[in-house]
């Protein structure tokens, strides 16, 4: 089956510009996780859809990021404007209900730089 | 409220010689327990997990964990480790949380490497 799809692979920006990540997950997937994982550090939740509602997004710094989940399907996540402490790995995972005990899969995430 | 406690970041063995990776957890409901593993560039891979049957879990490349719930612990062991383990590893605690949802917590990861 077709994992979890991400892109881009890599990006690169200057401080104060907007980025845009999107992702694809498992098809059928009900639960979408965005994850940042900073260098040295473990995942830390952004944000969390079941369907296309968010169920959790406490960690997720509003004033400048923002998440969507088009249809319960896809979904992006912008930065704008982007900060230095900005620079990370963006994870996205998905798993089937969201109801407990799952397994999540991950995709293989956006390295995002902030020059 | 849910945590993760992932006792040392940096663990350094010899190849052929026992890993243990340790974790701690606290969860207000009854949790499901994973570790992943990263390797360099890689994505995340699920190594095993624990939901509420066995206490002693067996997951992928040898590697296995006990739960102990009186010592809120879940530790990742292996007899012998190989070159090829030497990676980051990551405990996660997931449960319930009060909106009916999944709420997953990753610890902070433990990087593992193995000496020739």
């Known amino acids: 089956e077709a994992g979890v799809a991400q892109s881009p692979r890599y990006k690169i920006i200057e401080k104060r510009q907007s980025v845009a990540f999107w992702c694809n997950p498992i098809?059928?997937?009900?639960?979408l996780y965005w994850y940042q994982q900073i260098l040295g550090q473990g995942p830390k939740l952004l944000i969390q859809f079941q369907n296309n509602g968010v169920v959790d997004d406490s960690q997720l710094p509003k004033d400048r990021f923002s998440a969507e989940r088009l249809k319960g399907v896809d979904s992006t996540l912008k930065i704008q404007p982007a900060k230095l402490e900005d620079s990370a790995v963006y994870l996205c995972?998905?798993?089937?209900?969201?109801?407990?005990?799952?397994?999540?899969?991950f995709g293989s995430g956006t390295q995002l730089s902030v020059l | 409220a849910q945590s993760v406690t992932q006792l040392d970041s940096h663990v350094s063995v010899s190849e052929g010689t026992p890993v243990l990776l340790r974790c701690n957890y606290s969860s207000s409901y009854s949790p499901s327990l994973f570790w992943y593993v990263q390797h360099p560039n890689k994505g995340l891979q699920l190594l095993l997990k624990?939901?509420?049957?066995?206490?002693l879990v067996k997951g992928i490349n040898g590697f296995e964990a006990e739960f102990k719930k009186s010592e809120t612990s879940f530790h990742l062991t292996k007899p012998s480790a190989h070159m090829s383990d030497a990676a980051e590893y990551f405990c996660v605690v997931s449960a319930l949380a009060s909106g009916g949802y999944q709420k997953v917590t990753f610890g902070t990861g433990t990087k593992l490497q193995v000496i020739p």
């Open positions: 995972a998905s798993s089937l209900s969201g109801t407990g005990g799952e397994k999540l899969f």
């Open positions: 098809s059928g997937h009900a639960t």
């Open positions: 624990y939901t509420s049957a066995a206490t």
